[in-house]
């Protein structure tokens, strides 16, 4: 009888929670509703961080960091971070002025943190079948099949500000510090959503790994047939002057 009504409990709970969902996705704009998962994924990457473990890494699958150009960055942001919020401590004289600040200071601090450990823990994949896997972190995750890879190679170029960027020739950049490091060429295209929830089609991709040649190698070896740009990748150019 116990379990007979443990189930019917179980039922009434699954039933009340897909009768609220469609209220959810009613009331609550699409941006909200990301902008908080994107917040619950980072919580998670960094008790992932903590343990040193990586987020959904299948069996045969390679990983490839891409967080290198921006270590330097988020070390910085944390450390102005906390300096900021030990001095509005200690400046700001009215307590509830002063709790209000510390805690946004403390949450800003894990965020950092978090954000960080989101891209440790979430790297690009190279999966045993050739298929593709970029991610930013929490932000940002795009799957893609290896019967659509028609080339890649190494590429380096500099994309500017933003995390994404969307080209009008159908190209998708996933920047890291301001460059890309590969290009992947589709035979068609393949759908992305971006961090906010916009959606778009895009048959080429431009991405940063820390190891890029190795990343391409990874690729070659992985999807058949090869093409002349996958057997030959191309130099990086110098920087901008």
């Given at each position: 009888m116990g379990a007979?009504?443990?189930g019917r409990v179980r039922t009434?709970?699954?039933s009340a929670v897909d009768r609220g969902v469609p209220v959810v996705d009613r009331v609550v704009p699409v941006v909200v509703r990301r902008l908080v998962a994107h917040e619950f994924r980072a919580l998670h990457s960094l008790g992932l961080w903590t343990v040193r473990r990586?987020?959904?890494?299948p069996e045969g699958a390679r990983p490839f960091p891409y967080t290198e150009p921006?270590?330097?960055?988020?070390?910085?942001?944390?450390?102005?971070?906390?300096?900021?919020?030990?001095?509005l401590a200690l400046v700001i004289p009215w307590p509830l002025v002063h709790q209000i600040l510390l805690v946004t200071g403390v949450y800003g601090v894990l965020f950092v943190i978090a954000l960080?450990?989101?891209c440790v823990t979430r790297p690009h994949l190279v999966e045993r079948d050739g298929s593709l896997r970029l991610r930013y972190g929490a932000l940002f995750d795009l799957r893609v099949p290896a019967t659509v890879i028609a080339s890649v190679r190494v590429e380096r170029c500099y994309s500017g500000s933003g995390i994404v960027r969307v080209g009008e020739d159908g190209s998708l950049d996933l920047v890291v510090a301001g460059q890309t490091t590969v290009v992947v060429e589709l035979t068609e295209g393949v759908e992305?959503?971006?961090?906010?929830?916009?959606?778009?089609?895009?048959?080429?991709l431009r991405f940063h790994a820390d190891d890029p040649r190795a990343m391409v190698a990874a690729l070659v070896e992985s999807a058949a047939p090869l093409t002349p740009e996958r057997t030959a990748p191309t130099s990086p150019?110098?920087?901008?002057?």
């Open positions: 007979v009504r443990e009434r709970v699954a990586r987020h959904r890494l921006q270590t330097g960055t988020m070390w910085v942001f944390f450390f102005v971070s906390v300096l900021e919020t030990v001095v960080h450990a989101s992305y959503v971006r961090p906010l929830g916009r959606r778009g089609t895009a048959r080429t150019p110098g920087p901008p002057a």
